[in-house]
């Protein structure tokens, strides 16, 4: 099964731009790569999914080497309400489930 | 709009008791998924549905159950074998197990009196 690691925690100031990379290793040919986001005492929203090179949309933008073994999720110009835990994950398309790990808890401050 | 509804938002429950988690969902999706989630933690898959009638286990089942008897609902029944029920419980659906983004609903937290 595919397992991934992201930093525990990550700050920031509003109006910057923030990285978040994930390894995962040991992804499968037929896994996709999916990014979350989780505010407290909330259900995790879906941020963006891709297979590989770059995928981009209106908050986020995702970029996977040729290699497939890490991912970045770039959050352009962050503001106050994007403190929140971000969730990388890839797809067990085998036995049809997602892993989640334990996230990074992004904070962004004034 | 399309959803996903779980209720309660808060539920209590006493030693020895079974509680039921409602989750219904109406975007039509053909699997559904129950995750625990506890403070500070990533979320653990306790079971999932890819059709109705039929369910597997998570990663940890023990001391839950489900039903699956029609596409939009997919309750869970916390039983007494469940040693540490208090925690936050989040369901889940997709279009299909694969590949596809899951939507959540806004999660049940259990306590135990």
């Known amino acids: 099964l595919a397992k991934t690691t992201q930093p525990i925690s990550m700050d920031s100031y509003e109006g910057q731009e923030v990285n978040i990379t994930c390894s995962h290793n040991?992804?499968?040919?037929?896994?996709?790569i999916t990014w979350y986001q989780q505010f407290p005492s909330q259900g995790p929203r879906f941020i963006i999914q891709?297979?590989?090179t770059k995928v981009t949309n209106e908050v986020a933008s995702l970029f996977i080497p040729a290699d497939r073994k890490s991912s970045t999720l770039s959050l352009p110009r962050v503001s106050l309400s994007d403190t929140a835990v971000y969730y990388c994950?890839?797809?067990?398309?085998?036995?049809?489930?997602?892993?989640f790990g334990q996230g990074t808890e992004l904070s962004v401050k004034p | 709009d399309g959803g996903i509804t779980q209720s309660p938002k808060y539920l209590f429950r006493k030693e020895g008791q079974n509680v039921t988690l409602s989750c219904e969902q109406n975007?039509?999706?053909?699997?559904m998924y129950w995750y625990r989630q506890d403070p500070g933690q990533g979320l653990r898959l306790i079971y999932y549905?890819?059709?109705?009638?039929?369910?597997q286990k998570g990663d940890i089942a023990e001391g839950y159950s489900v039903s699956r008897e029609k596409k939009e609902s997919f309750p869970l029944t916390v039983t007494s074998a469940q040693k540490n029920p208090t925690a936050f419980y989040l369901c889940?659906?997709?279009?299909?197990?694969?590949?596809?983004?899951?939507?959540f609903g806004d999660g049940t937290r259990l306590s135990i009196l």
């Open positions: 889940a659906s997709s279009t299909s197990p694969e590949y596809q983004p899951q939507h």
């Open positions: 040991n992804i499968a040919t037929n896994d996709y």
């Open positions: 891709g297979y590989k």
């Open positions: 994950l890839v797809g067990d398309s085998a036995r049809g489930k997602l892993i």
């Open positions: 975007l039509n999706h053909d699997a």
């Open positions: 549905s890819q059709i109705v009638n039929d369910f």
